[in-house]
C-alpha cells in the first residue's frame, strides 16, 4: 500500500511538472496600439498653456499594468503621425535638430515594439526624418515605402526607402507574430516632390499581397497583424490608389488576423469579411492619445498545432489615466525647454481673433493668414482655410505658441500660375463642400452633418474643414441659393481692377494645397496632378508658419480686422440661416 501511495505521489509530480501533454498549450497575447499621436507626448498643451487629458504619459501608466500582467506576451505598436502637432515636435525637428530626436526618445522610453511611418512623419523633410528613422530603436515600417525605381516590383526587403523595414518578426511564448506596415500612398497629392525625394509609394492592395505570400512563404507565422497609416475607407480615390484602403486591403487579401489602423482620426473597433468568408478585426484608437486600442487573443495548441484563435478588440479610454511620474521625471529638462520656446514674445494684436467666424464669412483670423501672405508672397491672390475649429488668439502679446494656434501645421507657402476661370472653379469647388444649396429660408445654410460632429477633423460639417478655402485679392459673392458649380460670382479686383477669366494670376496657397491637398486645384480648378509642379513660379524653404512669424515680429503691433471682400447671398435668407448653423455648431 505504502509503495501504491509513493507511485502515485511521484506521478502526481510528474504531471505537475509536465503540465498539459506536449504540445497542447493555450497562450494568451496582448497588443496594444496608438495612432495619430501628433506630439501629444505630455500631459500639457504646449500650444493653449494649459493641462491636457490623455497622452503617451497616462497611456504609459495603462500600458506597464498590462506589459506587468502580460509579461513577455505583450507588444506594443504605434502607427504614426508622431512627427508633427503639439509644438514640442517642432521645437525637436527644427529649433534643436543636432539632438536626438524627441519623438524617437519617447518611443524608446515607452519600448514600443514597431512603429509605421505616417504622412505627418514625411511632411517635415528629409533632414528630420532620415534622422528620425536612425535613432528610433525599434523597426520602424513602411513595407509599400519603396525606392525610387523599385515601385510595383516583387517584395524584396533591400527595395525598402533606406533604414525601414517592410515587415517584423516577434516570438511570444513560441507564437511567431509578423507585422505588416503600411502607409497611405497620397503623399504625392499632398506634398512637393524633393520632401519625399527618393521614394514611391506603392497601392496598399497589391502591395498586401505580395508580402502576406512572401511572409507565408518565408516566415510561416502563427499571426499577421497589419499596422497601417490608412483609414478605414473614403478619401482621395484615384486610378491608382485609395488614400484610406484599411476596409478594401480586409476584405480583398486573406491572411490578416487583425488591421491595427489609424490616418481617420476616428475611432473604429470592426469585424471585416474576407472574400475567403475569415473574420478580419479593424482597430483604429483615432487621434491624440485620447484613447488606446487592444486586442486579446487567446491561441489554443494542440500537438503543437495552432488550432483555435480568440481575438477580442478593445477601446480603452485613457483620459483620466494617473500619470506616469517616472516619465515625467524622465523628461522634465525638455518639458521645461518647450514651455521656454513657447513663452517667447512675437508681438502684439490689437483685438482677439476666433477661428469660428471663418465658417460664417469674413473673419479677422483667416484674413490675417491672406493678408500676411499676400505681403510675404507679393501674389495677386491668396487662398486660405480655416486650420482649426474653434481656437481664439486674445489681444495683447503674441508669444511662439499663439503661433502654433494661427497656422497648425508645418506647410511650406507656394506661388502658382492660374486663370481666373481656374481660381472660380478652385472656389466653387470648395464652398460646395461647405455650404448648402438653400431651396428655402429655412435651410440650412451650410453643408453640416450631425454624425460626425466628434470627428476631429469635421466636427459637425459633411466634409473636412482644412478644405474650406476662401480667397483675398478679389471681391466676391457666394450664392447659397445656387446649385454646386454655379455659387461663386467673382465681382473684381479688391484693387479695383477688373477680374478676367482669361488672364493668368499669381496665386499663393500652402504647399499642402499647392500639391494637390484636398483636390480643389485638380478636380475643382480642373488642373491635372501630374501638371501642378509646372504652374509652381516660387516657394519658401522653411514652413508658412515661420514666414508669418517672422513677418508679425517686423510689423510688431498688428490690428486684425475682416477684409469684408466676400459675403454668402442672399443675404435674407443667409444672415438668419448662418445664425441658426452657428448654434448648432457652437451653441446659444
Known amino acids: 500500500m505504502r509503495n501504491i501511495i509513493i507511485s502515485a505521489i511521484l506521478m502526481m509530480s510528474t504531471l505537475t511538472v509536465m503540465g498539459v501533454p506536449k504540445g497542447h498549450k493555450t497562450v494568451k497575447l496582448k497588443v496594444i496600439e496608438t495612432s495619430d499621436v501628433h506630439g501629444h507626448f505630455f500631459p500639457w498643451d504646449f500650444t493653449e498653456g494649459k493641462p491636457l487629458k490623455g497622452t503617451l504619459v497616462r497611456a504609459n501608466t495603462y500600458i506597464n499594468k498590462e506589459r506587468k500582467k502580460y509579461g513577455d506576451n505583450f507588444l506594443l505598436i504605434d502607427n504614426g503621425d508622431i512627427l508633427q502637432g503639439q509644438p514640442c515636435v517642432y521645437w525637436t525637428n527644427f529649433v534643436m535638430p543636432e539632438d536626438e530626436n524627441l519623438a524617437a526618445r519617447v518611443v524608446n522610453y515607452m519600448r514600443y515594439d514597431a512603429e509605421t511611418v505616417g504622412n505627418h512623419d514625411i511632411e517635415p523633410g528629409h533632414k528630420v526624418y532620415d534622422k528620425w528613422i536612425r535613432e528610433v530603436r525599434c523597426p520602424l515600417l513602411g513595407a509599400n515605402i519603396v525606392k525610387e525605381g523599385t515601385k510595383n516590383g516583387e517584395a524584396k526587403p533591400q527595395n525598402i526607402y533606406n533604414g525601414l523595414r517592410p515587415y517584423s518578426v516577434h516570438v511570444k511564448d513560441g507564437v511567431k507574430i509578423c507585422v505588416i506596415g503600411m502607409l497611405t500612398p497620397a503623399i504625392p497629392n499632398w506634398l512637393n516632390k524633393p520632401i519625399w525625394k527618393g521614394m514611391e509609394f506603392e497601392e496598399m492592395t497589391a502591395c498586401a499581397r505580395k508580402w502576406i505570400k512572401y511572409i507565408k512563404e518565408k516566415e510561416k507565422p502563427d499571426l499577421i497583424f497589419g499596422l497601417f497609416h490608412s483609414g478605414l475607407n473614403g478619401g482621395i480615390k484615384t486610378d491608382e490608389y485609395d488614400e484610406d484602403a484599411t476596409e478594401a486591403v480586409a476584405k480583398e487579401v486573406p491572411g490578416f488576423d487583425i488591421i491595427f489602423f489609424g490616418h481617420d482620426h476616428q475611432v473604429h473597433n470592426d469585424w471585416i469579411t474576407n472574400c475567403e468568408g475569415q473574420q478580419v478585426l479593424c482597430i483604429d484608437p483615432s487621434c491624440f492619445v485620447k484613447n488606446v486600442a487592444e486586442a486579446e487573443i487567446t491561441l489554443t495548441f494542440k500537438k503543437g498545432k495552432l488550432v483555435k484563435k480568440d481575438i477580442k ?125 438653400m431651396t428655402k429660408p429655412e435651410d440650412s445654410a451650410l453643408r453640416l452633418n450631425e454624425a460626425s460632429t466628434n470627428d476631429q477633423q469635421r466636427t459637425g460639417f459633411q466634409y473636412y474643414t482644412f478644405n474650406f478655402d476662401s480667397a483675398m485679392g478679389i471681391d466676391y459673392e457666394v450664392d447659397l441659393t445656387k446649385p454646386d458649380g454655379q455659387k461663386v460670382r467673382i465681382l473684381r479686383m479688391s484693387d479695383g481692377q477688373p477680374f478676367d477669366e482669361s488672364r493668368w494670376y499669381k496665386v499663393v496657397m500652402s504647399s499642402y494645397r499647392a500639391n494637390g491637398g484636398g483636390e480643389l486645384l485638380t478636380k475643382g480648378a480642373g488642373i491635372p496632378q501630374d501638371s501642378l509642379e509646372s504652374r509652381v513660379l516660387f516657394h519658401t524653404d522653411l514652413d508658412l508658419r515661420h514666414y508669418l512669424t517672422e513677418e508679425i515680429r517686423r510689423q510688431g503691433s498688428i490690428d486684425p480686422q475682416p477684409a469684408n471682400n466676400w459675403r454668402f447671398v442672399p443675404e435674407s435668407w443667409a444672415k438668419p440661416a448662418l445664425e441658426r448653423d452657428r448654434i448648432k455648431l457652437f451653441g446659444k
Open 313 to 437: 478588440g478593445n477601446i480603452v479610454n485613457v483620459l483620466d489615466e494617473d500619470i506616469d511620474q517616472q516619465m515625467m521625471q524622465y523628461f522634465d529638462k525638455d518639458i521645461q525647454q518647450v514651455k521656454d520656446f513657447v513663452g517667447q514674445k512675437v508681438g502684439e494684436f490689437k483685438n482677439a481673433i476666433y477661428t469660428r467666424e471663418s465658417f460664417f464669412g469674413n473673419s479677422a483670423f483667416t484674413d490675417l493668414i491672406h493678408s500676411l501672405q499676400l505681403q510675404i508672397s507679393k501674389a495677386d491672390i491668396s487662398f486660405a482655410a480655416p486650420l482649426a475649429f474653434n481656437t481664439v488668439i486674445k489681444a495683447g502679446d503674441v508669444t511662439m505658441a499663439d503661433m502654433f494656434k494661427l497656422y497648425r501645421f508645418e506647410n511650406l507657402m507656394f506661388v502658382l500660375r492660374m486663370t481666373g476661370e481656374e481660381i472660380r472653379k478652385h472656389l466653387e469647388f470648395s464652398y460646395d463642400m461647405w455650404t448648402n444649396t
